[in-house]
Structure formats: C-alpha cells, structure tokens
C-alpha cells in the first residue's frame, strides 16, 4: 500500500511537471525556465531519493507520448529525456536534511538544505543536457562559437534559473506549508533508509 501510494504519488507529479513544461518559458532560442523542475524537486524533497528517481524517469519518458521530443539521433534522445530527466531526482538526496531541520523548527538549515538539494537536482540534469548539448548540438552553435562554450553558456543559464526559481517556491513552500515536506508516512522513509 505504502509503495503504491508514493508510486502513484510519483506519477502525478511526473504529469504535473510535464504539462508545466507546456508553459513558454523559451527566451531566445535556447534559453528556458524549466517550470516542471519545481513539483519534482517538492517531491524530491518529501519522499526521497528513489522515489524522486523515479517520478523524475517518468517524467522524462512522458515526453514521448506528449509528442516533446526533439530528435537528432537516438543516443542523444536517450541523453536529453531518460537519463537527463532522471538525474533531476538526485535533489531526493537532501530529503531527510530538510524534514528534520522542519522538526525541529530550524529554518535556517530548511533553507539551506532546499536550496542545496534544489541545485543539486538541477545541475545534475543541466549536466546532461550540457554534454548533449556539445556532442550533439554544437554544430548548430550561434556565431560558430565553440559547442562547449555554446553549451555551457546556453544549459548554464537555464539550469541556473530554473535552479534559483524553483529554490525560491520551494523554500516559500517550506515557510507557508510545511507539512507538504512531511508526509504522514515519513516514518516508513527512515526505516526504508537504515
């Protein structure tokens, strides 16, 4: 039941992300905002590591069905949706930080533990996007730059705003309703974790 409720949990989550993602965020051609990083983050920060993993591959395996897929070569579809996606639920690792400095009303180390785990997330799929972003988009570089340079320049700026915005919702979330961090059942994720 316990692993139902997160596995259904997780999926909602992963469709919420994806049809934020339908929101335009673009600037320019490569610039973005990705709003759907901020319900997984939430997520990755109440239930934990592999549950956010997970909702995070879901989320990235949606694209296809949603017709969001922009294709170069399989490899690199592999790259910018399952594994890029994914890598986005490394912000789970801050969850027991997070629900413990909630329990004990230090909002200080609540901040900072969100704010660490959204980056975390964040960068680590930025990661992907950037290495797929040299690989196999570097030959569509502004300018001729240089597809490292390009893509540093173009995945940097766009995780580096989706980081700080959704750092910013999610330490709100934290200080306006903090019982979405601690679900009922968070008992079961410290004896998943021993």
Not at 27 to 32: A, D, E, P
Not at 135 to 149: C, D, E, Q, R, T
Request: hydrophobic share 55%; charged share 10%; no cysteine.
């Amino acid at each position: 039941m316990y692993k139902t409720r997160i596995l259904v949990e997780g999926t909602v989550v992963a469709a919420l992300a994806l049809v934020l993602s339908f929101i335009p965020t673009t600037i320019g051609s490569s610039f973005t905002i990705s709003l759907g990083m901020i319900p997984l983050t939430l997520f990755a920060l109440r239930r934990g590591l592999k549950p956010a993993l997970m909702a995070a591959f879901i989320w990235g395996i949606l694209h296809f069905p949603a017709s969001q897929v922009v294709y170069l070569s399989v490899v690199q579809v592999l790259i910018e949706y399952p594994i890029a996606f994914t890598f986005a639920g490394f912000a789970g690792l801050y969850a027991k930080k997070v629900q413990k400095a909630l329990s004990e009303r230090d909002m200080g180390s609540v901040r900072r533990n969100i704010v660490f785990g959204t980056f975390i997330g964040t960068g680590a799929r930025f990661f992907w996007h950037f290495i797929a972003g040299v690989v196999f988009w570097g030959s569509y570089a502004l300018w001729g730059m240089n597809p490292w340079i390009f893509s540093l320049v173009m995945n940097g700026v766009s995780g580096l705003a989706t980081a700080v915005v959704t750092a910013i919702v999610a330490v709100v979330v934290a200080e306006k309703a903090p019982q979405l961090y601690l679900p009922k059942d968070r008992h079961l994720i410290q004896k998943q974790s021993h």
